[in-house]
């Protein structure tokens, strides 16, 4: 595959830091409620805030990246090609939304990160604020999941069914 049809080392090495740790936030996320309450619950949670921090980081100097100075390589034409750059538009905005969103939670539950950073509830008396900010979160949560994952499938069948070389713009060494 000759390297002008490969996208750069940094958008590669973003693309992949960025789905790993979606997969682990979505994982942990889910499951912070099965967590004892007290210090266990307290402690996936603050894994959970902190990962999703450094993927804050991670999406910042991406999308700057992808603005500046990454490669962009040339979609097919007409509808496919729409669709195709609709939907890595829509993924990153589901990614920046779902960030944002779960930054707010912090801010209006209030939190405890590691028993070591405080930070108080914006309003502790409203319950159904609290519980209405989660459930968005976790709302944009699944629908990037279900995109990404729909997104990941047809890169496969690019890769299996339609031998394109698609998959290989983004994983240069498979085989
Ligand atoms: C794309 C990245 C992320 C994904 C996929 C994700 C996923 C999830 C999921 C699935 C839940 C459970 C929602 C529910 O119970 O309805 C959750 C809860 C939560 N997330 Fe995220 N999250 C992400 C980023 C973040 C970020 C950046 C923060 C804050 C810095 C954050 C803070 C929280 C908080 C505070 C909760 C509530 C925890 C609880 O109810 O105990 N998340 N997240
Ligand atoms: C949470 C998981 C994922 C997210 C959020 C995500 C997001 C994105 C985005 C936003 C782009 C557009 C890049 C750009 O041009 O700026 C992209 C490209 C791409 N992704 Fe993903 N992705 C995820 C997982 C995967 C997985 C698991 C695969 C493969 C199995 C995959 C394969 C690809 C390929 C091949 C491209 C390049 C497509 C092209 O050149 O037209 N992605 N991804």
Not at 58 to 66: A, H, P
Not at 130 to 141: M, S
Not at 153 to 161: E, K, Q, T, Y
Request: with cysteine; proline share 3%.
């Amino acid at each position: 595959m000759s390297s002008d049809n490969i996208y750069d080392t940094k958008t590669i090495c973003y693309h992949w830091i960025s789905a790993a740790i979606i997969l682990t936030l979505w994982v942990v996320g889910q499951n912070i409620d099965s967590f004892e309450k007290g210090d266990p619950r307290v402690i996936v949670r603050s894994i959970h805030i902190t990962l999703g921090l450094i993927l804050a980081l991670v999406f910042v100097i991406r999308v700057n990246w992808r603005i500046r100075g990454g490669v962009k390589l040339p979609q097919p034409d007409g509808v496919q090609g729409k669709i195709t750059q609709g939907t890595h538009h829509l993924l990153y905005a589901l990614m920046g939304l779902t960030i944002l969103i779960g930054i707010a939670a912090v801010w209006v539950r209030g939190d405890n990160i590691f028993n070591v950073i405080k930070i108080p509830a914006f309003d502790p008396t409203d319950e159904d604020l609290r519980e209405n900010v989660v459930d968005i979160h976790g709302f944009f949560a699944n629908s990037l999941l279900i995109l990404a994952g729909g997104h990941a499938l047809l890169a496969i069948w690019h890769h299996r069914i339609l031998k394109d070389g698609i998959l290989k713009r983004m994983w240069p060494t498979l085989k």
